[in-house]
C-alpha cells in the first residue's frame, strides 16, 4: 500500500496570508489527524477527522480549520498567518480503531516571513 | 489536562552502550505506543502495549508497560548510530474519545 502523502512538502508565505495544505492517507483507513510540531512545543494535536466528521479537536484558534472529503482526503487551512506559524505540519492516517495507530506523512514544512 | 511528561529530554551516548528512556503520566493510558522520527520525515510507529505488564521486544528494543498502566519505558541494547532520532511516546486515554496525546520526545544521538 502507498503510504500517507502531503503537498506540498515546502511553502513559504508572508505573515496575514492564508495557506492550505493537502493529504492524502492510506487506502482503507478513515481517520485523518493533523499535528503541529516545532522544536519548543513539539508535537501539538490539531484535529482528526472520521468518517468526514471531526472528531477530537486541539487547543488551537480558530484559524485553524480542516476538512475531510468522501475519499477521506484531507485539507486543512490557515488563515491569517502568523510568524508563530512557522513549523512542520504533519498529517497521519489511521484505521480509527481505539488504539488510534497512527501512520505519518512526511510532513509540510511552512515558513511564515 | 492530561500530560505525558518523556524523560531524559536529550540523550547522548557512544555505540554499543544501552540506554532507558521513559513516558510517565498521572492518568492511565487505554494504550500507549512508542514512536522514531528521523530528521525531514514523519515519526514512524514502533510498537502498541495494551496490557499492565505488558513487555514487546523489536530486536534490540525493549518495550516496558506499567502495572498500572501509567508509565512506560524504552530500553535500547547495544546501541547503533541508526537508532538516532526522536523517540516519541503517546498515548490514549480513558474517555478521550480516541484522542493521542503525545510527549515531547527524547532526542538520543548515538555517536559512532
Known amino acids: 500500500k502507498a503510504g500517507v502523502t502531503q503537498t506540498p512538502r515546502y511553502l513559504i508565505k508572508t505573515r496575514g496570508q492564508q495557506v492550505t495544505l493537502s493529504c492524502s492517507p492510506i487506502?482503507?483507513?478513515?481517520?485523518v489527524s493533523w499535528y503541529q510540531q516545532t522544536p519548543g512545543q513539539g508535537l501539538q494535536f490539531l484535529f482528526e477527522y472520521f468518517s468526514e466528521t471531526q472528531r477530537n479537536k486541539g487547543n488551537f484558534p480558530g484559524r485553524f480549520s480542516g476538512r475531510q472529503f468522501s475519499n477521506s482526503r484531507s485539507e486543512m487551512n490557515v488563515s491569517t498567518l502568523e510568524l508563530g506559524d512557522s513549523a512542520l505540519y504533519l498529517c497521519?492516517?489511521?484505521?480509527?480503531?481505539?488504539?488510534?495507530?497512527?501512520?505519518f506523512g512526511p510532513g509540510t514544512r511552512l515558513t511564515v516571513l | 489536562t492530561q500530560l505525558l511528561e518523556q524523560s531524559p529530554q536529550f540523550l547522548s551516548i557512544q555505540e554499543g552502550e544501552n540506554l532507558t528512556v521513559y513516558c510517565n503520566s498521572s492518568?492511565?493510558?487505554?494504550?500507549l505506543q512508542w514512536y522514531r522520527q528521523e530528521p525531514g520525515e514523519g515519526p514512524v510507529l514502533l510498537v502498541t502495549?495494551?496490557?499492565?505488564?505488558e513487555v514487546k521486544k523489536l530486536k534490540r528494543l525493549t518495550f516496558q508497560f506499567g502495572d498500572a498502566r501509567k508509565d512506560s519505558s524504552l530500553h535500547i541494547t547495544a546501541a547503533q548510530p541508526g537508532d538516532t532520532g526522536l523517540y516519541l511516546c503517546a498515548g490514549v486515554f480513558g474517555g478521550s474519545n480516541y484522542k493521542l496525546t503525545f510527549g515531547k520526545g527524547t532526542l538520543l544521538t548515538v555517536n559512532p
Open positions: 487506502s482503507g483507513h478513515r481517520s
Open positions: 497521519a492516517s489511521g484505521a480509527g480503531t481505539a488504539y488510534n495507530e497512527q501512520f
Open positions: 492518568s492511565v493510558f487505554s494504550s
Open positions: 502495549v495494551v496490557t499492565g505488564g
